[in-house]
């Protein structure tokens, strides 16, 4: 039967925290442009996903925004000004199909000084917090640390950090920094005693820094929750309390796992606490486990995922990251990335969020775009991109559909609109100024920079950053696959073809992208949306579905089954939406740029071959 249900917007209504900051709070945002009725509602975890006030199931995809937070020459923050946020955010949104954003924060600029929060830090951190959620992208900020803090750091090192304050560092006599002879910067994680013996010193509270760190946290948040209106604040998905974090070092008979239940899990359960006092009770903490516990280097890994937590539930996500090691290191992974080679990481990803019973993100992944192994980049990213989107390789897909697993979230590392045009000094020292990249011990990752007019443009092929995704499914995701025919230099890389045993569909999808979508239908009313990439004009752009087929998808409209809008932020970005009337049916949805004004007997014949494939299988 249909559904009747009022079809109203849902607004978040925000308790203020028992936290007060100084300073007046923003009017009431009005309406996103572009918006539609069941737009802008909060999100929520539930079975294991992330879900809308109408009940669809949500797919986080973007990027960090940004490294920049890591350096000094804007304060901590990722722009000099809102006027670049505003523009970073319609590039991501118009140019990355982005629809979400992991935002950094810098502790260190947040508590200058002991006690004492800069509230000029915080506003202006949160007006560009703002440029984005007025663009519709969904927003998850990050107390972002690496080496623990850049004040452990001398003047002439060949590396620095970020994360804690100058003051946090001289409490603890911590020896001279060094690494000894490392050749990439992560190895002063492990190496570099005074980057060890400070986060040892975190992690047991030593001189009270936990505490420090959590009344500044919870001093923090309570100023967003009260300088965002209540729909603004709908757009904050959650917080992200510590990344990438490490022990330091293992007391006597200690191991990585008692590490992560004795010492991390607390930590996130006081960090829970401290989101509730500050207004954010009905949001999640993105928790990420011990840094090393999913490394692809034998040698690295460690165990942990927080395998004694319990089930996490609704309060909290899964929240990981994975780079290739073996691919970053130029040694251990000759070749290039190939079809199917993260589908085994990628599933212990999506094994590990299904037992502790919550969604997961995948809030770094990426690699190098200069330097030795650079061009390995094409294939790791287009292998990533395919591991978030199904658990199967693309030789595999068509076969075994209902294996595809969960499409996962993910905020790729990263966006950085002043890449290769940065003037940081390193480590304060006037003497070392670094511009190229990204400016922070040799990265250079930004899938963006600024032309020589001041234009946001990719670095990376479009066709792999710009994709579509099922950014809501009205019920339960069944299989995704996308082929985005991405490039490698000259030569598109194909990992998924469509079957030989669907002619028809092969045929109208030709040498196009395509996506497809399985789902079963809901109980609610809102539509399904598929990210369109600006590869697929709308006016080009072909849907065959149980729905029905066209060529070209009108304009929305709550009778029309298959139809086009502008994705809400007014960035000029836009949607499939595909509406059903019925809960617990099987639907599916093929969209692809390949075809070129298909005749009806064609549009009729791969309906017909899809049909007939999706009953096979699911």
Same mark, same amino acid.
């Given at each position: 039967?249909?559904?009747?249900?009022? !079809?109203?917007?849902?607004?978040?209504?925000?308790?203020?925290?028992?936290?007060?900051?100084?300073?007046?709070?923003?009017?009431?945002?009005?309406?996103?442009?572009?918006?539609?009725?069941?737009?802008?509602? *909060?999100?929520?975890?539930?079975?294991?996903?992330?879900?809308?006030?109408?009940?669809?199931?949500?797919?986080?995809?973007?990027?960090?925004? %940004?490294?920049?937070?890591?350096?000094?020459?804007?304060?901590?923050?990722?722009?000099? %000004?809102?006027?670049?946020? !505003?523009?970073?955010?319609?590039?991501?949104?118009?140019?990355?199909?982005?629809?979400?954003?992991?935002?950094?924060?810098?502790?260190?600029?947040?508590?200058?000084?002991?006690?004492?929060?800069?509230?000029?830090?915080?506003?202006?951190?949160?007006?560009?917090? /703002?440029?984005?959620?007025?663009?519709?992208?969904?927003?998850?900020?990050?107390?972002?640390?690496?080496?623990?803090?850049?004040?452990?750091?001398?003047?002439?090192?060949?590396?620095?950090?970020?994360?804690?304050?100058?003051?946090?560092?001289?409490?603890?006599?911590? *020896?001279?920094?060094?690494?000894?002879?490392?050749?990439?910067?992560?190895?002063?994680?492990? +190496?570099?005693?005074?980057?060890?013996?400070?986060?040892?010193?975190?992690?047991?509270?030593?001189?009270?820094?936990?505490?420090?760190?959590?009344?500044?946290? +919870?001093?923090?948040?309570?100023? @967003?929750?009260?300088?965002?209106?209540?729909?603004?604040?709908?757009?904050?998905?959650?917080?992200?309390?510590?990344?990438?974090?490490?022990? $330091?070092?293992?007391?006597?008979?200690?191991? %990585?796992?008692?590490?992560?239940?004795?010492?991390?899990?607390?930590?996130?359960?006081?960090? /829970?606490?401290?989101?509730?006092?500050?207004?954010?009770?009905?949001?999640?903490?993105?928790?990420?486990?011990?840094?090393?516990?999913?490394?692809?280097?034998?040698?690295?890994? +460690?165990?942990?995922?927080?395998?004694?937590?319990?089930?996490?539930?609704?309060?909290?996500?899964?929240?990981?990251?994975?780079?290739?090691?073996?691919?970053?290191?130029?040694?251990?992974?000759?070749?290039?990335?190939?079809?199917?080679?993260?589908?085994?990481?990628?599933?212990?990803?999506?094994?590990?969020?299904?037992?502790?019973?919550?969604?997961?993100? @995948?809030?770094?992944? $990426?690699?190098?775009?200069?330097?030795?192994?650079?061009?390995?980049? *094409?294939?790791?990213?287009?292998?990533?991109?395919?591991?978030?989107?199904? !658990?199967?390789?693309?030789?595999?897909?068509?076969?075994?559909?209902?294996?595809?697993?969960?499409?996962?979230?993910?905020?790729?590392?990263?966006?950085?609109?002043?890449?290769?045009?940065?003037?940081?000094?390193?480590?304060?020292?006037?003497?070392?100024?670094?511009?190229?990249?990204?400016?922070?011990?040799?990265?250079?990752?930004?899938?963006?920079?600024?032309?020589?007019?001041?234009?946001?443009?990719?670095?990376?092929?479009? /066709?792999?950053?710009?994709?579509?995704?099922?950014?809501?499914?009205?019920?339960?995701?069944?299989?995704?696959?996308?082929?985005? /025919?991405?490039?490698?230099?000259?030569?598109?890389?194909?990992?998924?073809?469509?079957?030989?045993?669907?002619?028809?569909?092969?045929?109208?999808?030709?040498?196009? +992208?395509?996506?497809?979508?399985?789902?079963?239908?809901?109980?609610?009313?809102?539509?399904?949306?598929?990210?369109?990439?600006?590869?697929?004009?709308?006016?080009?752009?072909?849907?065959?579905?149980?729905?029905?087929?066209?060529?070209?998808?009108?304009?929305?409209?709550?009778?029309?089954?298959?139809?086009?809008?502008?994705?809400?932020?007014?960035?000029?970005?836009?949607?499939?939406?595909?509406?059903?009337?019925?809960?617990?049916?099987?639907?599916?949805?093929?969209?692809?740029?390949?075809?070129?004004?298909?005749?009806?007997?064609?549009?009729?014949?791969?309906?017909?071959?899809?049909?007939?494939?999706?009953?096979?299988?699911?």
């Amino acid at each position: 039967m249909p559904n009747i249900r009022t !079809r109203l917007l849902l607004v978040l209504v925000v308790l203020f925290g028992s936290l007060t900051v100084a300073g007046a709070p923003s009017a009431t945002a009005a309406t996103l442009p572009d918006s539609l009725w069941f737009d802008e509602s *909060p999100l929520t975890v539930q079975n294991g996903r992330f879900v809308d006030g109408n009940g669809r199931e949500v797919v986080l995809r973007g990027y960090n925004v %940004s490294g920049e937070s890591k350096l000094a020459e804007n304060s901590g923050l990722p722009f000099a %000004s809102v006027a670049d946020a !505003r523009k970073s955010a319609t590039a991501l949104r118009a140019l990355g199909g982005g629809n979400s954003v992991r935002f950094l924060l810098s502790w260190a600029h947040a508590e200058p000084t002991r006690g004492t929060v800069d509230t000029a830090y915080l506003a202006a951190a949160t007006d560009q917090m /703002r440029a984005f959620l007025d663009a519709g992208i969904r927003v998850y900020p990050d107390f972002h640390q690496d080496l623990y803090s850049r004040h452990l750091f001398n003047t002439g090192s060949w590396y620095t950090g970020d994360g804690a304050p100058k003051w946090a560092v001289a409490l603890g006599s911590y *020896p001279t920094e060094s690494c000894g002879i490392c050749l990439f910067w992560g190895q002063n994680i492990t +190496q570099n005693q005074a980057v060890t013996k400070a986060q040892y010193d975190f992690w047991h509270n030593t001189y009270g820094l936990q505490d420090a760190f959590l009344d500044t946290a +919870q001093k923090a948040m309570a100023y @967003v929750e009260q300088h965002l209106s209540d729909a603004e604040f709908a757009g904050v998905v959650g917080f992200d309390p510590y990344n990438e974090p490490y022990a $330091g070092s293992y007391d006597s008979g200690q191991t %990585s796992r008692s590490w992560e239940q004795n010492l991390l899990w607390p930590f996130y359960q006081k960090f /829970r606490a401290r989101m509730d006092a500050a207004g954010w009770q009905d949001k999640p903490a993105f928790v990420e486990p011990n840094l090393f516990w999913n490394a692809n280097i034998d040698s690295q890994k +460690q165990e942990g995922g927080l395998l004694d937590a319990g089930t996490l539930g609704p309060r909290y996500v899964f929240n990981t990251h994975f780079y290739d090691q073996k691919a970053i290191s130029g040694i251990l992974m000759w070749g290039n990335a190939s079809d199917g080679q993260y589908a085994t990481d990628f599933g212990t990803i999506r094994d590990r969020a299904s037992a502790a019973g919550t969604a997961a993100v @995948v809030s770094e992944f $990426g690699h190098p775009l200069s330097g030795t192994v650079s061009g390995k980049a *094409p294939t790791v990213d287009k292998a990533m991109y395919q591991a978030l989107d199904s !658990r199967l390789p693309g030789s595999g897909w068509w076969a075994n559909p209902a294996s595809s697993g969960a499409v996962l979230s993910g905020n790729q590392w990263q966006w950085d609109i002043y890449n290769g045009r940065h003037h940081e000094l390193m480590n304060d020292n006037p003497d070392k100024v670094q511009t190229s990249g990204d400016a922070w011990n040799d990265e250079d990752l930004s899938a963006v920079r600024l032309d020589d007019s001041g234009v946001a443009t990719l670095r990376q092929d479009n /066709r792999l950053l710009d994709r579509v995704y099922p950014s809501a499914t009205a019920g339960k995701t069944l299989a995704f696959t996308y082929e985005d /025919r991405s490039r490698d230099g000259s030569t598109t890389l194909t990992w998924n073809p469509v079957s030989s045993s669907l002619p028809n569909v092969s045929q109208l999808v030709g040498s196009g +992208q395509y996506g497809l979508l399985v789902w079963r239908s809901g109980n609610g009313t809102a539509p399904t949306e598929l990210h369109l990439p600006a590869s697929f004009p709308t006016s080009t752009t072909t849907v065959v579905s149980d729905l029905g087929t066209v060529y070209g998808p009108p304009a929305y409209a709550t009778s029309t089954p298959i139809a086009a809008a502008p994705e809400p932020g007014g960035t000029g970005s836009r949607r499939l939406l595909l509406t059903d009337s019925d809960s617990g049916v099987l639907h599916y949805a093929l969209v692809t740029n390949g075809a070129t004004a298909p005749s009806a007997s064609l549009l009729s014949a791969a309906r017909s071959e899809l049909a007939a494939w999706a009953a096979a299988h699911f």
